[in-house]
């Protein structure tokens, strides 16, 4: 009856497209700065309206960021904030890059969420400082799915429920990772290749705004960002597998 509840769910979600809910961090704990120097907040700063978080990315290299497709696919006016974890109250150290290009993969799916990628190119460097703004690790191209079990920790900003308030200040939380067999159980076909899921004990998830949020395993390596969920921490959250993308994702260092 689970499995069926959730497909009924994903198709009333599938029907209005881009309505995906996307994902904030549920539970879990406020960072500190150095934590995560990998992670970055995506948002608009459009000329007429306010600055909004978007999603979250990782830093690829000094001018190369990680996020969803989901994301950013169409949208203008994108900068990055690397070197901090307030949106709000910023402490001087922060990093702030204006998005030059956008490169979405070529097969992605605005429907299924398949290969829900884009690589985004700056129009500045960032400046490396150790313990602040650092590029990710990425998983070796041959590098296995994780096994069912493994612990992972998910990063991002915001809302602590779907009905809950933004969080302005990063968090993270550790979750336990599913594979796509395991998680097919659940989410059926709407489980895509190169896909696995996260879940959490009572209270924990990802919730509204955390698309393109780092995944990293207990070495520190960046094994996924989150994709997509339903129902923030109510069922699992589907998250992209970076090793199969290591290729596509590399090759556009030179762009």
């Known amino acids: 009856m689970k499995s069926l509840r959730v497909v009924s769910s994903l198709l009333a979600l599938v029907a209005v497209g881009s309505a995906v809910p996307s994902q904030r961090i549920v539970g879990g ?47 203008n006016s994108l ?92 968090k993270a939380v550790n979750l336990t990772y599913l594979s796509r067999e395991e998680c097919s159980v659940i989410f059926g076909t709407f489980v895509q290749p190169n896909e696995g899921c996260l879940e959490g004990s009572d209270g924990e998830g990802v919730c509204i705004g955390d698309e393109g949020g780092l995944v990293e395993d207990a070495h520190g390596t960046a094994m996924a960002i989150v994709s997509w969920h339903v129902s923030c921490d109510a069922f699992p959250a589907v998250v992209t597998l970076l090793a199969p993308y290591h290729e596509w994702i590399t090759s556009h260092f030179d762009t």
């Open 29 to 75: 704990d406020f960072t500190e700065e150095g934590d995560f120097p990998e992670m970055v907040s995506v948002y608009s700063d459009p000329l007429i309206g306010s600055k909004q978080h978007l999603c979250g990315g990782i830093i690829l290299n000094d001018n190369h960021v990680l996020t969803t497709a989901t994301c950013v696919h169409n949208r």
């Open 79 to 170: 900068y990055v904030m690397g070197a901090g974890v307030n949106l709000e109250n910023e402490t001087g150290y922060e990093e702030h890059k204006a998005v030059s290009m956008v490169i979405v993969h070529p097969d992605y799916d605005s429907v299924t969420k398949a290969h829900d990628l884009a690589v985004l190119k700056l129009n500045h460097n960032f400046v490396f400082v150790t313990g602040l703004v650092t590029p990710a690790v990425l998983p070796a191209p041959e590098t296995a799915e994780p096994t069912t079990g493994t612990h992972m920790t998910a990063v991002g900003w915001g809302k602590d429920g779907p009905d809950g308030e933004m969080q302005m200040m990063q």
